[in-house]
């Protein structure tokens, strides 16, 4: 039996990979997700498939040493996990935080095995960064941590093999510092990384793309139900790259923004965030790197809550943009019963499973990361194609592709649910249809 099946592969990970807490729960959630598939289908159970899928193909860890502006010597682990490569190159972001470890890595890059085969584009699934984190430090520090991150990193890479991106902490400041020092090492110019400056080999819409995707998928989710974002009151977590244009993009299209946030706590606007308010926190983010404390100081009438996220505030749509596991089973039963209807994720698996439970039992609409944030992995594979073409598209030709990426996205999501008895379930559909591509490409390569 399928529920059998599932057991064993969860008891499996999870004594194998017992200090990788973050890990074991992406696994268990995709493997929960996919019983009706596994139920249908025996010969995923009989090819062994989900044994193959939940080990790395390759899993790299490696010293980075470098030295500060007072010219004390510092050491950082660096990673690199290629999980799997039946689709394509490994594809996948750099995160550098004080946070990440193994296990970190090891769920992100699980996670983008399937988010990037939701794209439709030839693109494998892999993940890396280290605990170093830029917060705090000079753009000559963080240069030559970059360097010294590149010298091993660029051992495994290429534009072939495994083709890095940013993520947390990993901007197009240490995009350009990495990619800088691969050139000097390799003296080749090729899309080795994503999330170029567009003046030396990026694209237009890139930085815009996952927080501009998550809501592009959101609209396709209202417009099941046959609405839209016009007046709709929404908070936003995080005021990095994908908040932003989320926030941006929302105000496009109509909505009420009144939240964003950091680590150290957020901002509740109840007059909304418009498109000057957002210039200016872009401003504070992207160049003073300041905290969002500060906007309470400079805008009348805003709220600024210390240690807290926006999940208590009254809004029809959230959209959790920060970090993994910000909301649990409390805070999704704050935003039901403060009437919120849809829940659209741009950060990887930020709800955990029993605020995923909340939503589900109560109907909302909800967009897993894995499918909801797919945009800015799309656009990655969109600079890497341009890149190999050696030709670059308009904004507005990437934008539109995009665009009907993450329709095709919420189609395929939709449909695999509605084809699997479960209407409107995100995650089901997200998941099988992921999974399928990935299993059947894998048993057609002989299990790689």
Known sequence: MASNYIERIIQHVSRRNKEEPEFCQAVEEVVQAIKPLLERNKIYEEKC???????PERTIMFRVPW?????????????????????GPYKGGLRFHSSVNL????????????????????????????????????????????????????????????????????????????????????TR??????????????SLIRPEATGYGCVYFAEEMLRVRDRDFKNMVCTVSGSGNVSQYCVEKLIQRGAKVVTMSDSNGTVYDSAGIDAEKLAWIMELKNVRRGRISEYAAKFKGVEYRENARPWDVKCDCAFPCATQNEINA????????????????????????????VFQANKLMYGPGKAANAGGVACSGL????????????????????HDIMVSIHKSCFETAR?????????????????????DAMISLGHI
């Open 67 to 87: 030295f500060d502006d007072k010219g004390v010597h510092r050491v950082n682990r660096g990673y690199r996990v290629q999980f799997n490569g039946a689709l």
């Open 419 to 439: 084809e699997y008895d479960c209407p409107e379930n995100y995650v089901v559909g997200a998941n099988i249809s992921a999974f399928r591509k990935v299993a």
């Open 49 to 55: 498939i989900l044994e193959h899928m939940v080990e």
């Open 330 to 357: 409390a805070d999704a039963k704050k935003l039901v019963g403060n009437g919120c209807v849809l829940v659209s994720e741009g950060a990887n698996m930020p709800t955990n499973p029993e605020g995923i439970e």
């Open 383 to 402: 600079e890497m194609s341009q890149n190999a073409m050696m030709y670059s598209w308009t904004a507005e030709e990437v934008d539109r592709r995009l």
């Open 103 to 186: 296990s970190i890595i090891m769920f992100l890059g699980f996670e983008q095995i399937f988010k990037n085969a939701l794209t439709g584009l030839p693109m494998g699934g892999g993940k890396g960064g280290s605990d170093f984190d830029p917060k705090g430090k000079s753009d000559n520090e963080v240069m030559r941590f970059c360097q010294s991150f590149m010298m091993e990193l660029q051992k495994h890479i290429g534009e072939h093999t495994d083709v890095p991106a940013g993520d947390i902490g990993v901007g197009g400041r240490e995009i350009g510092y990495l990619y800088g020092m691969y050139k000097r090492i390799t």
């Open 189 to 202: 110019h090729v899309g080795v990384l994503t999330g170029k400056g567009y003046g030396w080999g990026g």
